[in-house]
Structures are given as C-alpha cells and as structure tokens.
C-alpha cells in the first residue's frame, strides 16, 4: 500500500520540463541551456528534443571517464555530432577540464560499491556541480544533464542533485527525465542513424571492471 502510494506521488519530471518549456514558448522566449553530457550516444535524443527550444551549450565534463584514451574518443565523437545533428536553434560545445584525481578523490573508499549506488550518486553529484557553476559563471538561464536517458541512471536522485544546486547556486535546473516517451529508443535510432561509437560501459574504470566481469561470466556460462 505504501509503495502504491509512494509511486502515486512520484514526480513526473517529464511534464515539469512540458510545462517549462510551455511557459518559456507563452513569453516568446528562447532561454540559454547549459546541457552537460555524458557522451554522444546519449545526448543524441536530448539535443534532438530541446534545441527545439533553447540555445544549448553542450558542457562535456567528465573525469569519470577511463581510460585517457577512451576519454579522447567519447570527446571526438560528441563532437561530432553537434556537426552533423541539424537543429532549429544554434548548439555549441564547452569541454570541461579532464581531472581524473578529482573524481579518484571524490569516490574514495567507494570502489567496491555495485553500479548504481552509492559512488555513482557522488559521481553525479561531481558533474553537476561543475556543470551549475559553469551555468552560473556564463550567465545561462537554465542547466540540466543527459545522464536521466539511461535506464541505468536513477532519474530521481539526479534531479533531486540538480533542484538542490540550483538552490545553492541561484541558477535554474531543468528538471527532466529524458528516457520517457521513448527517449532512450530514439538514442538508439539516432545513434545508428549516424553510425555513433557505443561504448559498452558507462565510463568509470570501476563500471568497465564490473562490465568485463560480467561478459567474461557470461562467456563462460554459455562453453559450459
């Protein structure tokens, strides 16, 4: 009963970015929108969708991402993309600065944890607060992330993350949950569409160790 309850009132992250972008189309008004992305493949559908209505900076921040060359690549290919996607509204690109020691230093003494606990929620947290601060900095009307499209990524910790920065930086978060309406589906098409590189793990030298193992698992399951 509790659960039915809890999911009744669970908010809808999808209708608050409609009625956002809604109110911001009622005063003719097409706001600035610092995007922060998590790799090409991912943002695909998020600029496809918002570019409709604001002026996206894709903010590429991320030192999660192991190893330096994988790093490299996932750059290029985001890249990429903004060269070819077409778009109703002009899209840029910021990259951030590669410190990996800051994302060492953040989830010290979390190594072990599974994907999607704990240390990915501090991970989260990392990101969006360097993408705020650089909202902040440009004089941007809005940031958010394209993190909320994987089914693997907890929608609700990130815009929990994203509505207590923005209090803390006076700059506004757009609340969203972008694998709704099939918007991790249409990544895919798109990702094929323009023959994307998909890495096949999220990022982080912990969630390519689990990933591996997993697949080695598998393999050795299916010789058996």
């Given amino acids: 009963m509790l659960e039915r309850k809890w999911a009744?009132?669970?908010?809808?992250?999808?209708?608050?970015?409609?009625?956002?972008?809604?109110?911001?189309?009622?005063?003719?008004?097409?706001?600035?929108?610092?995007?922060?992305s998590c790799c090409a493949p991912c943002s695909s559908y998020c600029l496809e969708y918002l570019s409709q209505y604001f002026f996206?900076?894709?903010?590429?921040?991320?030192?999660?991402?192991?190893?330096?060359?994988?790093?490299t690549k996932r750059?290029?290919?985001?890249?990429?993309?903004?060269?070819?996607?077409?778009?109703?509204?002009?899209?840029?690109?910021?990259?951030?600065?590669?410190?990996?020691s800051?994302?060492?230093d953040t989830v010290r003494g979390l190594e072990q944890e599974k994907e999607g606990g704990a240390r990915c929620f501090l991970c989260?947290?990392?990101?969006?607060?360097e993408a705020a601060e650089t909202a902040k900095r440009l004089g941007m009307d809005y940031f958010t992330t394209t993190l909320s499209i994987s089914p693997l990524k907890n929608a609700e910790?990130?815009?929990?993350?994203?509505?207590?920065?923005?209090?803390?930086?006076g700059i506004a978060y757009l609340n969203s949950d972008f694998k709704?309406?099939?918007?991790?589906?249409?990544?895919?098409?798109?990702?094929?569409?323009y023959g994307m590189y998909r890495q096949y793990y999220c990022g982080c030298v912990f969630s390519k160790r689990e990933r591996d193992e997993q697949i080695a698992k598998k393999k050795q399951e299916s010789e058996e």
């Fill in 8 to 36: 009744m009132n669970k908010p809808n992250y999808q209708k608050m970015l409609e009625d956002e972008i809604k109110k911001n189309q009622e005063k003719n008004k097409v706001p600035a929108l610092l995007l922060h």
């Fill in 56 to 71: 996206i900076t894709v903010f590429y921040y991320n030192p999660n991402i192991y190893p330096p060359e994988e790093y």
């Fill in 75 to 100: 750059v290029e290919e985001q890249r990429h993309l903004i060269e070819q996607l077409p778009a109703r509204n002009p899209i840029s690109f910021l990259e951030g600065v590669y410190e990996e």
């Fill in 102 to 104: 800051r994302f060492y």
């Fill in 124 to 129: 989260y947290e990392l990101r969006l607060r």
């Fill in 157 to 169: 910790k990130l815009n929990e993350i994203g509505n207590r920065l923005e209090k803390e930086y």
């Fill in 180 to 193: 709704k309406k099939n918007g991790y589906k249409r990544s895919v098409e798109l990702s094929e569409q």
